[in-house]
């Protein structure tokens, strides 16, 4: 997303940039269905303060494991907007997770933290989905064992002092939700799609994996986000592929990139005009990022490498100003030049998108501290909202 033709060869590599339906703005040239709607997308070229490390948690919370956190830890984005905005409807969680496991434990998503332990993200990928239905059982029977279940949580909530057992509750509450309800298993329900628009968005496999540590490459993940969010969902994560090329036999990154690159391509620019179509694009956010940048240079094993210096981010929806770049790298692609944005503007904005005032929005850690949402005065990035 930040080509430097003009650049040595072992910095600007083989793709060439092609323009875009938005003047001055050029992108890689596999990536020609967002070329043609670019005017749907903002693209931040200088997102700075990342780790280096392996790590998702940033993407998820904005902070990094080594930061001092509150007690009970830092929330992901989706427990906290859970926690201060509840569910839209009982038969859906605010927060799902569509994100699948990886053997690489710190891709994961990660716990509530201080936030609830009934605000996590609510995962319905894998073998949790077919537990969302009742199978031969009815309501009243249903009604019954929860009944003996409140008993026996009574005597536990009696002498529980961690608090988590109020989560249990909300976590029961929820469960009678999903179970008693269609709504959350028909939005997961793709055969109740248009064949037409599940076409656009591509197929994928949930079981072949470009990296055994990486997820799968599933555009369809893009679609159910999209009909979770019509079914009430506030926040729906997804996980896509992995895009670490060190280069090496079998993983030289521009052969991968060929061949993971078009697979996103439909799927993401699917989700935007999906989302524009259905009138959801002024209230639905779309961030897409990772938990760092690539070096500049091209190793000799035909990869790039680990560098948190700068990285990208790449948004569409929520009433943004979109078909504009925000930032700019150095001639060489290893440095910002312009407009550094940090992960907190990011988040400030995506509160900011969703109506939650970070400057007044506080939560309680696990031992009554409030913290604030975002830390030093982030803002929601100015040349978006």
């Not at 927060?95 to 332990?117: A, K």
């Not at 002092?161 to 249990?168: N, R, V, Y």
């Not at 940048?293 to 979109?322: E, F």
């Amino acid at each position: 997303f930040d080509l430097k033709p003009d650049a040595p060869r072992d910095i600007a590599g083989p793709h060439r940039p092609i323009g875009t339906n938005v003047d001055g703005i050029q992108i890689c040239e596999l990536f020609p269905r967002m070329a043609k709607m670019m005017d749907k997308f903002a693209l931040i070229r200088s997102l700075v303060g990342a780790q280096n490390d392996h790590d998702a948690f940033q993407c998820y919370t904005g902070h990094s494991r080594t930061e001092m956190a509150p007690a009970g830890g830092w929330a992901p984005f989706g427990s906290i907007v859970s926690q201060v905005q509840g569910p839209v409807n009982p038969a859906t969680p605010a927060f799902v997770s569509m994100c699948y496991e990886c053997t690489h434990g710190p891709y994961n998503e990660p716990g509530s933290g201080m936030v609830n332990v009934a605000h996590s993200g609510f995962r319905p990928v894998g073998p949790t989905r077919a537990d969302m239905k009742l199978q031969g059982i009815t309501y009243d029977r249903l009604a019954d064992r929860t009944r003996l279940q409140a008993s026996v949580d009574q005597f536990r909530r009696d002498v529980d002092a961690s608090g988590q057992m109020q989560g249990l509750d909300s976590f029961t509450q929820q469960a009678m939700g999903i179970l008693t309800s269609s709504k959350l298993a028909e939005a997961l329900d793709l055969s109740k799609e248009d064949p037409r628009i599940v076409a656009r968005y591509g197929r994928g496999d949930e079981v072949k994996r470009i990296d055994e540590n990486g997820a799968p490459r599933v555009p369809q993940s893009f679609l159910a986000a999209r009909r979770l969010v019509e079914a009430g969902a506030r926040v729906v994560t997804v996980n896509y592929s992995k895009w670490d090329w060190h280069g090496g036999k079998g993983n030289d990154i521009f052969t991968r990139e060929r061949e993971d690159f078009p697979i996103f391509d439909q799927a993401i620019t699917a989700l935007v005009e999906d989302l524009h179509q259905r009138g959801m694009d002024k209230d639905t956010t779309v961030l897409v990022w990772g938990e760092f940048g690539r070096t500049p240079r091209i190793s000799a094993q035909v990869g790039r490498d680990h560098w948190p210096r700068v990285g990208m981010a790449l948004m569409a929806g929520g009433g943004m100003r979109c078909g504009q770049v925000i930032g700019s790298t150095d001639r060489l692609g290893g440095e910002a030049n312009s407009r550094p944005v940090t992960y907190q503007e990011v988040f400030a904005t995506l509160y900011h998108n969703l109506g939650i005032d970070v400057n007044t929005t506080t939560i309680m850690d696990a031992k009554g501290r409030p913290y604030y949402l975002v830390d030093n005065g982030a803002q929601p990035i100015r040349e978006l909202v």
